[in-house]
Nanobody, 117 residues
Framework: QVQLVESGGGLVQPGGSLRLVCAASGDIFRLYNMGWYRQAPGKQRELVASVSKGGDTNYSDSVKGRFTISRDNAKNTVYLQMNNLKLEDTAVYYC???????????WGQGTQVTVSS
């Protein structure tokens, strides 16, 4: 099993930037597909961005062109660079790790991102 710890959240003004960091431990990181999800109050958790173990990336339409996901297998870390933040980006952001064989999904504890003027 992999353990995930997120950091980098905080309060930022509209148009600002933050970088979220998810540090993994406990298993072979390069075997995992990684993703960032978010959940705003009263809403369902949604996919923000993902990066496969092979490095393929995918983004939700709402963040495309503003957010960038990346991974560093040598550091067992996945990043989410968030630029041009909007009020509607306010949410708790969660890191997710998925391994195909054996079938495994793990979540981090979440980090709060608040965009406010």
């Amino acid at each position: 099993q992999v353990q995930l710890v997120e950091s980098g959240g905080g309060l930022v003004q509209p148009g600002g930037s933050l970088r979220l960091v998810c540090a993994a431990s406990g298993d072979i990181f390069r075997l995992y597909n990684m993703g960032w999800y978010r959940q705003a109050p009263g809403k369902q958790r949604e996919l923000v961005a993902s990066v496969s173990k092979g490095g393929d990336t995918n983004y939700s339409d709402s963040v495309k062109g503003r957010f960038t996901i990346s991974r560093d297998n040598a550091k067992n870390t996945v990043y989410l660079q968030m630029n041009n933040l909007k009020l509607e980006d306010t949410a708790v952001y969660y890191c997710r790790a998925q391994r195909i064989l054996p079938s495994t999904v793990e979540w981090g504890q979440g980090t709060q991102v608040t965009v406010s003027s």
